[in-house]
């Protein structure tokens, strides 16, 4: 883990992926397990910390007979209760990429919202860390932003996932391991 880093907030994003009823909640049709809620309060806290023109959300939103659903099962079809970002971290002014893949970048105006606003780093947390976090970081690192991944602020279905999902994020995209106690935004 890094010691502290320095986060310039104008040129910063906070990415937050799928933080989503279906992926947070119990009773969520793909529940990512107990390590979601350990997130939820650092991810609330790092939201507190930079302007809301900087905070974006992504939401997994799927038709009703998406083919993923052959991989994953039913989950975040949208405009349904699943689908919604969780009632800890839901921000009705906040940016929202709705997205059919793993990759918040894949078919969305990410990048181009990004770009307008002037945003060259990433800071992303949510679920889940070695699927849809590690997809988006991989597509933010080929377009050029640098990322930033609070590992105490992503969760994945296994320890052993969590663990290759950082591992990448470090070592072949070069982004940044740290905790959330660690980025000073100044």
Not at 8 to 35: H, R, T, W
Not at 96 to 123: C, M, N, P, W
Not at 152 to 174: F, M, N, P, T, W
Request: net charge negative; with cysteine.
């Amino acid at each position: 883990m890094a010691e502290k880093v320095v986060v310039n907030p104008e040129e910063s994003a906070l990415v937050v992926i799928d933080m989503q009823k279906d992926f947070c909640y119990e009773d969520g049709a793909l529940f990512v397990g107990d390590a979601v809620e350990e997130i939820i309060l650092r991810i609330k806290a790092l939201i507190e910390k930079v302007t809301r023109k900087n905070l974006i959300f992504t939401q997994d939103w799927h038709s009703s007979d998406d083919e993923e659903f052959d991989v994953w099962g039913r989950h975040c079809i949208r405009d349904t209760k699943g689908a919604e970002i969780i009632d800890e971290l839901f921000l009705k002014e906040a940016y929202a990429v709705k997205k059919q893949k793993y990759s918040a970048f894949f078919g969305t105006d990410l990048d181009l919202h990004l770009k307008e606003k002037g945003i060259r780093s990433l800071i992303i947390v949510g679920v889940v860390t070695n699927i849809c976090v590690l997809h988006t970081a991989i597509d933010a690192s080929l377009r050029g932003y640098e990322i930033m991944v609070p590992g105490d602020c992503v969760a994945a279905l296994s320890d052993y996932e969590q663990e290759y999902g950082l591992r990448h994020i470090k070592c072949v995209l070069k982004g940044t391991i740290t905790s959330s106690g660690n980025i000073v935004f100044s």
